[in-house]
Nanobody, 118 residues
Framework: QVQLVESGGGFVQAGGSLRLSCAAS????????MGWSRQAPGKQRELVAVIGSNGITTYADTVKGRFTISRDSAKNTVYLQMNSLKPEDTAVYYC????????????WGQGTQVTVSS
């Protein structure tokens, strides 16, 4: 069973930065692409960044140029560096493991709150 534990959320003023971390329970990066999604109150969950097993990254237009997803395979950890934060970035951020095989399920962390004040 894949377990994901996020950390690093908090309260920041607009223009500030935060780095989120997601620790996985094992060496899963070859089996799963890793992503960060977010959900604001009253809104649908949004996938904001993904890093594939080959290291290729993709971003939602809403965060492109401001957020960077990366990973440390030795630590089984994925990061989301968030710069130039805006109030509209306020949400609960979820780490997720997205399998390449259709026989496996997507796994989610418990979420970490990010609040950006104006």
């Amino acid at each position: 069973q894949v377990q994901l534990v996020e950390s690093g959320g908090g309260f920041v003023q607009a223009g500030g930065s935060l780095r989120l971390s997601c620790a996985a329970s094992g060496s899963i990066f070859s089996t799963y692409a890793m992503g960060w999604s977010r959900q604001a109150p009253g809104k649908q969950r949004e996938l904001v960044a993904v890093i594939g097993s080959n290291g290729i990254t993709t971003y939602a237009d809403t965060v492109k140029g401001r957020f960077t997803i990366s990973r440390d395979s030795a630590k089984n950890t994925v990061y989301l560096q968030m710069n130039s934060l805006k109030p509209e970035d306020t949400a609960v951020y979820y780490c997720n493991a997205r399998p390449y095989s259709r026989t496996l399920a997507v796994h989610w962390g418990q979420g970490t709150q990010v609040t950006v004040s104006s």
